[in-house]
Every structure is written in C-alpha cells, then in structure tokens.
C-alpha cells in the first residue's frame, strides 16, 4: 500500500516513505534541528555593518586624499583627519578661514577664473593677482596689519610663515591653533572678511 495525504487543492501526493535515500535525509533533517544553529544574524549583520562603515571610510579617506592633490587645500594639508584647532567662536572668520585654505574666495583671481570678473588683479595692485597669497603677504594695502601679524607671530617662532602656516598647516596642533588665532586677528583688522 502507497501511503500519502490529500494536498490542499485535493490531489493525492504520495509520502516519501520507502523511497531511497529520503530515509537518510529525513535522519539528517532531524538531527540538524536538534544542533544548536551555526549562524548568529545578529553578530552578522553587526559585523557586516561595520565592515561596511569601515571601507566607506577608508574609500573616502582614499577619495579625498587623491582630492586634495588638486585643490589649493592640497598645499595646506595632506590628510583628511579632522583638525579641531581650525575652529573659532566666530562663524565669519571660520567660513573666511575656509574660503582661504580652499581657494573658494570672493578675491578677483578667483572670479575671473569663474568668469564673474574681467580683472583678476588687486583692487590696489594692479599688476598682481589678487590671490589669498597677496592679500596675506604681499598686499601694501595692509603692510601695518601684517606688520601687527608677524610681530606676533615672531613670539612663536615664526619669522617667515607661509600661506599653509597661516591657514593651520602647522603638523603641530597646538602651534596650527595659535597661527590661525593670530591670522583671524588680521583678517578681522584688515576689513577684507567681505572680499573672502
């Protein structure tokens, strides 16, 4: 006698009793749901979330590394770590400090290179490009700020700072935060927070 069951459409489906092999299978089944299970999903899908967090992170680290060899930030800072010392109380010496080290100013050589201005030259020199460089070193227009600037910075042993020193390119945190005090100081004094 063939033993089976009615399906639920009504059709007759014959048991597994008997045929071979599905003995051994059946025996198989049954002892893998007496083991405890293999796969924990909760460490899993924990573990794979933060393998995923971590190549996110070592992409955008690499992304941007790569970035920054093309930017006027590149010269200011090789690293994507952040870097607390480049923030003050005030947001518009911040957002100019930023403008600076990026090269996103509202200063005439970056305009013109936009196309929003026929002139890329200081509005006080003209045969010079009105550059972050030339308004923080260069500029006669603000020799008794800068004069102010490099006395203080001559305290900290700074006797000829570069653009990347006065943006927080210092590998020394400590020294970084005191530069751009001291550059934030100028930019304050000098009254060109409207032109960055």
């Given at each position: ?7 639920s459409a ?15 299978a059946?025996?198989?089944?049954a002892e ?39 930017t ?15 923030h ?36 006080w ?6 550059t ?5 070193l ?11 600037l490099?006395q ?10 570069t ?5 927080g ?7 970084a ?8 100081t100028?930019l ?9």
């Amino acid at each position: 006698m063939v033993q089976g069951c009615l399906s639920s459409a009504g059709q007759w489906v014959p048991s597994h009793i008997g045929v071979r092999g599905n003995t051994v299978a059946d025996r198989a089944a049954a002892e893998a749901h007496s083991l405890p299970s293999p796969i924990d999903t909760t460490t899993d899908l924990t573990d794979l979330l933060t393998n995923l967090q971590t190549t996110c992170n070592r992409h955008w680290d690499t992304e941007l590394t790569n970035a920054l060899q093309y930017t006027s930030l590149g010269r200011i800072r090789q690293d994507t770590r952040h870097h607390w010392w480049t923030h003050s109380p005030s947001r518009a010496l911040d957002t100019a400090v930023t403008r600076l080290r990026i090269g996103h100013t509202r200063l005439n050589a970056h305009l013109h290179k936009l196309g929003m201005t026929d002139d890329p030259h200081c509005p006080w020199c003209p045969t010079y490009l009105d550059t972050p460089e030339h308004l923080l070193l260069q500029c006669p227009r603000h020799h008794s700020h800068r004069t102010a600037l490099l006395q203080s910075l001559s305290s900290l042993l700074l006797r000829r700072p570069t653009l990347a020193d006065l943006l927080g390119g210092s590998p020394d945190p400590g020294l970084a935060f005191k530069i751009l005090k001291h550059t934030r100081t100028f930019l304050h004094k000098s009254g060109q927070l409207h032109r960055i």
